[in-house]
């Protein structure tokens, strides 16, 4: 199989991961507790299976560095720009300090 369809599998994976701490984030409301919750159970069991096809042709530490990072920047900027969560220069800092590392592990 082609190479690059594992890291679109990848990527797809990533961005589904962010919707996972999404959907808990909206179940705090009480008008959007179910909708919430299932987003959370769809996106994370959609994710892990992208994962478990990505794995196929991307080495174990490299696929979940990627799909940790992409969860993890995601949901930082999305929480700055939807929910205000605060923002500081050593936040964006840390932000950028994760994509570096997950650009490193992918370039290697």
Do not use: Q
Request: charged share 5%; proline share 4%.
């Amino acid at each position: 199989m082609n190479a690059g369809i594992h890291w679109l599998y990848l990527l797809a994976a990533g961005l589904c991961e962010i919707g996972w701490p999404l959907g808990l984030k909206l179940s705090e409301a009480p008008a959007f507790r179910i909708l919430g919750l299932a987003l959370s159970l769809v996106c994370l069991s959609v994710s892990a299976g992208l994962l478990w096809l990505a794995l196929k042709g991307i080495p174990l530490g490299t696929a979940y560095a990627v799909w940790t990072g992409i969860g993890a920047a995601g949901t930082f900027v999305l929480g700055v720009i939807v929910f205000g969560d605060p923002t500081s220069l050593l936040r964006w800092l840390g932000l950028v300090l994760i994509v570096s590392g997950v650009a490193c592990l992918k370039a290697a």
